[in-house]
């Protein structure tokens, strides 16, 4: 239980792009504290005899470093940050540390946790301790009433919040400023998330730096990590106050054998899986960077018959619960999952975990492989890293960064309204998505500029100062992390060492076990009909593009006379698309095409090949989808003029119409100066950006009429809001055209 074995070890040399702050000796307990015999105080008893209550267990010991915490908590009213790995017993601290508070007559502790999942576990586990604990969230709301008259009762000890509880308006008037008169102890768990530097950050748990500012000084804090390097670490004591007491432990967990595995592309990862799969010890996780990633892969190994299901951010929630009960009974090999899996799952005795593309930082990838040989003495982690890898981890981070432009177009629009808007009326106003223009208001409303009121957002006149600097030094850090990860594929030497020191683990040192340190321990020979198999799948191409049926609200505000659904005669055919731009097949050679600065050029052969296929398919229909979508086979052709890809679209249009046999009547035209705007910004600026900018020239509406009401298909080279197939088909129907079945290259997004 003690892991003490490591304190007798050099220290690692640091490598370059190791963080060179030192990593905290003089706040770090001593690996070898328990060695010297247990403290013999009166606190000592009490919380030992609680712990062994709390796990059922009459021998029961502390793990080094958890009764020093108890005691800097409970007899010395102390901060303290503890950064353990998982598994160490976190929530023994708190919950015992509660416990002992509340014979002393402190008021209850108040736990900040994000995870719903985890709090059911962690309500069950402090019940047989004796702990009385309830939480509030958002899935419990019934029982609120029943949980304020406990509190007010003084009938509980432990109160367990979500961090978004926080943010609630109602709960901070009403409820928090009697809980912060109140408590007798905060706890912070998943404290990287309050930290800028932290690897998902959370603007709602800024809230509780200034939770913390409210407490009496006399009430002990504890925040908890698993997974913190210096920096983080840092930043957490310094909001937490003066006098922080941080217990460090070592990160390395002996039982894991890491492994690095690079293979040329896609079809050889996906074929050594289904090589190697069932070698693998017990039952695992396959991490993949993308949700079609995840699904790909999975129905790969089903259709080979491998126990495997997807697990995704896309996954229903009713069947992600029963995913990781499968996965826990060990009644499937594998959850072929994204970083949805994530804190909170807790399998012991995982038998390994497998990435398909390196996530983008060590923090990240260690936690994803940490959920591995808690509980078993080995566990094989092996990562076989994408060319690709970086293109998405760009892909993602430019996503989730505030602009001082967006922030300022919502300061404005909520000004100008000068009264509350919701974020769909937010969305006529500001050309921003959905997630990411609440993921601004979140920021907006930590920094005081914004506040959630009954009908939205409003602003509350505050200034707002973009950090522009702040942002620049969270986009640094980033990709210093992201070189990390590169380095750790191309390291020869020890792998847990590597990432050990990149997390500033004092401790870390050589395992004796991965690839580099004791020679490569997994087969690398793919078998032949598995390459094939791989293949066959990701050459499989055509995905659904489902119809635009409704309008975008508040269009009027932005001169677009429409709302509402769309007319009958308005719509499109469901159409076709090749692949998604994160396919893992057809996605590569999209993602080059499309990539920023790529030359246009003809089609590929192979990808009209592909294409042709999807026709066929599309055409023949099968038992759930009548063929050509149920309006009859085109007959004539149309593209979309492009701007930046003339010649792309071009050559599809002419080599579908040739292999086809469908005459292609050419493009629209542009009128207004075309389409304006780009892809990805929201759904009714797209809209606002192509209205009446694509029109049916007098040739085209010639040949259309001459069809009598035939279906034509729409060509286009990618389609991300689907708006620009929309105006154009709206445009065919209303010169003749008698459906419009659109079939594009790749779809973003
Ligand atoms: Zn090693």
Not at 496 to 505: A, C, G, H, K, P
Request: proline residues 5%; glycine residues 10%.
């Amino acid at each position: 239980m003690v892991d003490n074995q490591h304190a007798r070890f050099p220290e690692p040399a640091l490598t370059e792009t190791a963080l060179s702050e030192p990593a905290f000796s003089e706040t770090r307990l001593s690996e070898s504290a328990t060695t010297d015999g247990p403290p013999s105080t009166a606190t000592h008893a009490q919380a030992l005899e609680v712990l062994r209550e709390l796990v059922g267990n009459p021998t029961a010991g502390f793990h080094e470093g958890q009764f020093e915490a108890i005691e800097a908590l409970v007899d010395g009213g102390r901060r303290a940050l503890v950064v353990q790995r998982t598994g160490w017993g976190k929530s023994a601290v708190y919950f015992v540390a509660s416990l002992l508070l509340r014979r002393r007559g402190a008021g209850p502790t108040l736990i900040v946790s994000p995870l719903l999942a985890l709090m059911r576990d962690q309500v069950a586990a402090a019940a047989r301790a004796g702990v009385r604990a309830v939480a509030i969230n958002s899935a419990n709301q019934l029982e609120w009433d029943t949980v304020r008259e406990q509190l007010a009762a003084d009938q509980v000890d432990v109160l367990l919040v979500s961090p978004e509880r926080l943010t609630n308006p109602s709960f901070r008037e009403n409820q928090l400023p009697e809980l912060i008169r109140r408590t007798g102890l905060l706890v912070i768990d998943e404290a990287h998330c309050i930290s800028d530097w932290g690897h998902d950050f959370r603007p709602d748990y800024r809230r509780i730096a200034d939770l913390i500012t409210q407490l009496p000084d006399t009430v002990p804090v504890l925040a908890t990590t698993a997974t913190a390097n210096s920096r983080v670490v840092h930043d957490i004591e310094e909001q937490l106050g003066a006098g922080v007491l941080t217990i460090r432990g070592a990160l390395g967990r002996d039982s894991l054998r890491l492994g690095v595995l690079s293979l040329p592309d896609a079809k050889q990862r996906l074929g050594w899986l289904l090589t190697h799969l069932a070698d693998l010890p017990g039952s695992g996780i396959i991490y993949t960077l993308t949700v079609s990633a995840a699904e790909d892969t999975a129905r790969l190994l089903a259709e080979a018959g491998h126990e495997v299901l997807a697990y995704t951010g896309r996954t229903d929630p009713a069947d992600r619960e029963r995913a990781e009960q499968l996965l826990k009974d060990n009644q499937v090999k594998a959850l072929v999952a994204t970083s949805a899996l994530g804190m909170g799952f807790d399998k012991p005795d995982l038998g390994f975990v497998v990435h398909l593309g390196a996530p983008s930082s060590p923090v990240a990838y260690y936690q994803q492989v940490g959920r591995a040989g808690r509980g078993a003495a080995n566990a094989d982690v092996l990562l076989l890293p994408g060319a690709e890898d970086r293109d998405i981890w760009q892909y993602f981070a430019t996503a989730s960064m505030p602009s001082e432009e967006k922030a300022a177009a919502v300061l404005t629009a909520l000004a100008e309204a000068g009264t509350a808007l919701s974020t769909v009326a937010l969305e006529a106003r500001v050309d921003l998505r959905r997630t990411p223009l609440e993921l601004l208001l979140k920021v907006l409303s930590v920094d005081g500029a914004v506040e959630r009121v009954g009908g939205g957002w409003r602003s509350t006149g505050q200034p707002w100062i973009y950090d522009a600097e702040r942002y620049q030094r969270i986009s640094e850090a980033r990709v210093d992390e992201q070189d990390s990860m590169v380095i750790y594929q191309d390291t020869a030497g020890c792998r847990m060492e590597y990432i050990t020191s990149v997390l500033d683990d004092e401790t870390a040192h050589a395992c004796g076990r991965c690839d580099n340190c004791a020679g490569q321990w997994f087969r690398a020979d793919i078998a032949e009909q598995a390459t094939a198999a791989a293949s066959q799948t990701l050459n499989r191409a055509g995905g659904v593009l489902e119809a635009r049926l409704q309008w975008p609200s508040g269009m009027d505000r932005l001169g677009v006379p429409v709302k509402g659904k769309l007319k009958p005669g308005e719509g499109l055919a469901e159409g076709r698309v090749l692949a998604r731009l994160t396919d893992l097949g057809w996605g590569g050679a999209l993602r080059e095409l499309f990539a920023a600065g790529a030359a246009d050029r003809p089609v590929d052969p192979d990808m009209l090949q592909a294409c042709v296929q999807v026709l066929r398919e599309w055409g023949a229909g099968d038992s759930r989808n009548p063929g050509w979508s149920g309006v009859g086979r085109p007959a004539a052709i149309v593209s979309v003029p492009s701007r930046g890809k003339p010649e792309l679209v071009g050559s599809l249009a002419r080599g579908i119409s040739e292999t086809g046999r469908i005459p292609y009547l050419g493009e629209l035209q542009l009128a207004h100066g075309g389409p304006t705007g780009s892809r990805g910004g929201n759904s009714a600026y797209r809209l606002a950006g192509v209205w009446d900018r694509l029109v049916v020239g007098p040739e085209l509406e010639a040949a259309l009429g001459s069809l009598q009401g035939g279906s034509v298909m729409l060509i286009d080279d990618i389609v991300d809001s689907r708006w620009t197939l929309t105006v154009a088909g709206r445009a065919l129907r209303q010169a003749g055209a008698g459906a419009v079945l659109p079939l594009v290259l790749a779809q973003a997004g």
